[in-house]
């Protein structure tokens, strides 16, 4: 009696007259909700999936990860759009080596360490 | 072997969830989901279909539960309860008073009852494990459900009184 109620819960094929009749009384309307509930009560009590906590860190771990990426990959990409095209040209293009404000030169046979010699201090 | 490895993936989650009702115990059930693993490896052919195949893993599984409960000679499980989730003082009482109510059962309709309600085999995946019709299977487990909501009517009257989801599946 009522295991139509049961079939209809868990979407296996089901008579509907038999269904319409049982939900004609207000045991079986009554019974309907009931198995509603214990399905409720059942799922989340012992019965989690073992793999549950460990998803809920490897997706909280995964959300952290992919906003790390994209924080990283719009900082970039602002940067570049946002720098003056210049700056990198300037670089590249007008930046040469100073002036020197002095010149050595290397005279073979001569003492370089001799301090006696002119220019030494 | 690969076939066996996609199989046993696609198993796993509700292979699990049903052995932890079934021993009471969720390392319990991750070690002998392993066993059921090396013999599906061990298997030199597949059933054919996937209704089949899900019907022959949870046959295996059947078999080493119930071996499982031989050797333990575990017929009741109030001392091995699943630890609670953290901080979940009325979860922690649910799972108690859910696993004994399971235990109560007898034992194939504590099965048939866990592999419709947690591991989602249908009444003719249901009915290939367990050698039975899906006629029988529908009756089993409704008679499952009538005993379970004489043995939860606090946690039911409790669950009543808050918007449900009829979570037809």
């Known amino acids: ?121 | 072997m690969a076939e066996s490895h996609a199989l046993f993936a696609a198993c796993h989650e509700g292979l699990v969830r049903y052995l932890a009702g079934a021993v009471g115990h969720r390392e319990t059930a991750r070690d002998l989901a392993q066993d059921v693993f090396v013999r599906v490896a061990a298997a030199d052919t597949l059933p054919a279909t996937d209704e089949g195949r899900r019907a022959w893993v949870f046959h295996i599984a059947r078999n080493i539960a119930i071996d499982h409960h031989r050797r333990q000679q575990l017929r009741h499980v109030e001392g091995i309860v699943e630890e609670p989730a953290a901080g979940a003082a009325d979860s922690a009482d649910t799972a108690l008073i859910v696993n004994q109510a399971l235990a109560s059962l007898d034992d194939l309709a504590r099965d048939v009852f866990l592999m419709r309600e947690v591991a989602g085999l249908s009444y003719g995946e249901i009915a290939e494990a367990c050698h039975l019709t899906p006629d029988a299977i529908r009756s089993r487990i409704h008679r499952a459900r009538l005993q379970l909501r004489k043995h939860l009517q606090r946690p039911i009257t409790a669950a009543r009184a808050h918007p449900m989801r009829a979570g037809l599946r």
């Open chain 1, 1 to 121: 009696m009522h295991d139509v109620i049961s079939a209809f819960l868990d979407n296996e094929p089901f008579d509907p007259a038999e269904l319409s009749a049982s939900l004609a009384t207000p045991e079986g309307r009554d019974l309907l909700l009931d198995l509603v509930a214990l399905r409720a009560v059942v799922q989340p009590a012992g019965l989690m999936p073992v793999s549950a906590p460990a998803r809920g860190r490897l997706v909280y771990w995964g959300v952290a990860a992919a906003a790390a990426v994209v924080i990283l990959a719009s900082g970039y990409v602002v940067g570049r759009q946002s720098a003056p095209d210049s700056v990198a040209s300037q670089a590249a293009t007008t930046i040469t080596a100073p002036e020197p404000t002095s010149v050595f030169k290397f005279e073979p046979g001569k003492n370089w360490t001799d301090s006696t010699q002119a220019g030494g201090n």
